[in-house]
């Protein structure tokens, strides 16, 4: 299934506007549930009529933390220990 | 979603039971460490059997293709514990795997099909380096939306240990307490990898530093080592070294027979009265990160399946991978109320002599966590609690009911089961 605007419900697509600064959620047609990552299937009412939206970027912080023992792609960035990543 | 009550076929218990030394065994293979379990199964059946007689394996891996390089490892162990030609299973679930071995061989039983079942778990994590550990063990996350954000094991559960906190207002002192207690267990354990207490392990490492005539810590109690930035290192914010389970090379068995025949192997079987198991979404699609959902599902199918509550169980063995798991763990499984899970290591309430002993071995905290093994090494302890071969760590009184929770990554699988001991 796809959206003809936007394109297939996939990774591919979403980190492709990802790429733009643009955040996508998928939404339900049936049940108007919103969705990220993509979902090719609601999983709240199993309905398959999706369509893309675009999500406005604003959000509250729901965890975080710091990790100070990174993995291996992040280290060979320069990532350790006494450099964590910082926000 | 249909939710009607479940029940098995026919009924199941467990009449031996076995596992490795869990620790780092750099001259053993999978293949011995299964071998060694198997051993240790074999003299534990109390009238004893026929390994013949044995008519399946299923068994717990998570990754023996990424940790030693060999797939397909269901036939390989079923060979080296004399199996062949007998069907061999591998069941995948992460962390969760055996426990979900385990599941499969009760069902297999239950459903008439086999009436003597082997189930195993089996992990070889040391030969690879823990930097390489922590990327396998990241596979079992989302690897399209997790895991290129930068997320480790550690970093999950420390995410999760920072929404608890804000919401309940727990602190990492409170982390360390389980990690204590814990350990405290784990020096009870002969089969521990860490079988010693924090303290101990602060005056072995005083110890080494004098023999070594390196600057001698200064620590004058727990708090300091704690503190330490070098000896109790930052893993992720909040969880330090000691909030973490190590990686361990390890293995683990029980054997399964219908329990109509269960007597001619033991007068001591341990019956398997409840069974539940469910999915969740990876970590950052959830709803809630301060319970895990699957926990509580599993729970109450088993719950329901065995027909008694979460007062009723005596003892467990929980999937404390991280210290912050296991406060979670005993409020997703009903003993205490959300928020209030975390003051009770430091309250005594889940220490051995307490109103409910939690991770009596030790814990993956303290016995070690060979991912797919931990399972059924969960179940190994409660069979030795409940028939009362747990030496210096054995829970006073009789112990009629128990049960045991894995987790799964960070509980996109939880498998729960609940143990009853009849005479």
Redesign the interface.
């Known amino acids: 299934m796809s959206d003809t605007n936007h394109g297939p419900f996939t990774a591919a697509v979403f980190n492709k506007y990802l790429d733009q600064e643009q955040l996508m959620a998928t939404k339900c047609l049936q049940c108007n549930s919103l969705f990220i990552p993509p979902r090719e299937i609601c999983p709240e009412c199993l309905d398959q009529q999706m369509m893309w939206v675009p999500l406005s970027g604003n959000g509250k912080v729901a965890a975080f933390t710091v990790i100070y023992v990174g993995p291996t792609f992040m280290n060979t960035q320069g990532y350790d220990r006494n450099n964590p990543p910082r926000p | 979603m249909i939710t009607k009550k479940r029940s098995f076929g026919r009924g199941v218990a467990i009449v031996g039971a076995g596992m490795s030394q869990f620790g780092a065994f750099p001259d053993m293979t999978s293949r011995d460490l299964f071998v060694e379990a198997f051993h240790e199964l074999r003299q534990s059946v109390d009238k004893g059997f026929d390994p013949r007689d044995i008519e399946i394996l299923y068994l717990g891996n998570f990754s023996s293709e990424l940790f030693e390089g060999q797939g397909h490892i269901a036939p390989i162990m079923a060979d080296a514990v004399g199996l062949v030609p007998r069907p061999a299973v591998r069941v995948e679930d992460a962390c969760a795997s055996s426990g979900v071995a385990l599941r499969q061989g009760i069902l297999a039983v239950a459903s008439g099909l086999y009436d003597m079942v082997l189930v195993g778990g089996i992990e070889k994590m040391t030969s690879l380096p ?3 550990v ?2 396998t063990l ?1 596979a079992a996350g989302d690897v ?2 997790e ?1 290129p954000a ?3 094991f ?2 999950f559960y ?6 608890y906190m804000h919401q309940y207002g727990a602190q990492p002192e409170h982390f360390m307490h389980v990690a204590m207690k814990n350990h405290d267990n784990g020096s009870k354990n002969p089969k521990a990898q860490f079988g010693v207490t924090i303290e101990d392990w602060m005056e072995k490492r005083k110890a080494s530093a004098i023999k070594k005539g390196k600057p001698v810590p200064t620590w004058s109690n727990v708090w300091d080592f704690f503190y330490d930035g070098k000896a109790n ?7 330090r070294l000691f909030d973490c389970s190590p990686i361990t090379d390890g293995a683990s068995a029980v054997l399964l027979v219908a329990q109509d025949i269960a007597t001619r192997f033991t007068d001591a079987p341990i019956h398997i009265i409840g069974s539940g198991q469910a999915s969740d ?1 990876p970590l950052h ?1 959830r709803n809630v ?1 301060t319970s895990i959902t699957a926990a509580r599902r599993a729970a109450q199918s088993a719950y329901d399946m065995a027909g008694v509550s979460a007062s009723d169980i005596r003892i467990a063995e929980v999937h404390d991978c991280f210290t912050i798991a296991e406060i979670v763990a005993i409020e997703d499984l009903g003993f205490f109320k959300p928020g209030t899970g975390y003051t009770m290591a430091q309250d005594g309430v889940t220490a051995l002599d307490g109103i409910k002993p939690i991770n009596t071995s030790g814990g993956l905290k303290a016995k070690g966590h060979p991912v797919g093994a931990s399972g059924v090494g969960q179940t190994v302890e409660i069979w030795k609690q409940m028939r009362r071969e747990a030496g210096d760590r054995q829970v006073s009184g009789d112990i009629p009911l128990a049960l045991s929770h894995n987790v799964g990554a960070t509980g996109q699988t939880c498998v729960v089961h609940i143990y009853e001991r009849r005479n």
């Open positions: 823990t930097t390489e922590t990327d990241a399209l939306y895991i930068g997320f480790t550690p970093g420390a995410a999760i240990a920072t929404t290192p930052m893993i992720a914010w909040p969880l979404y699609d990160l």
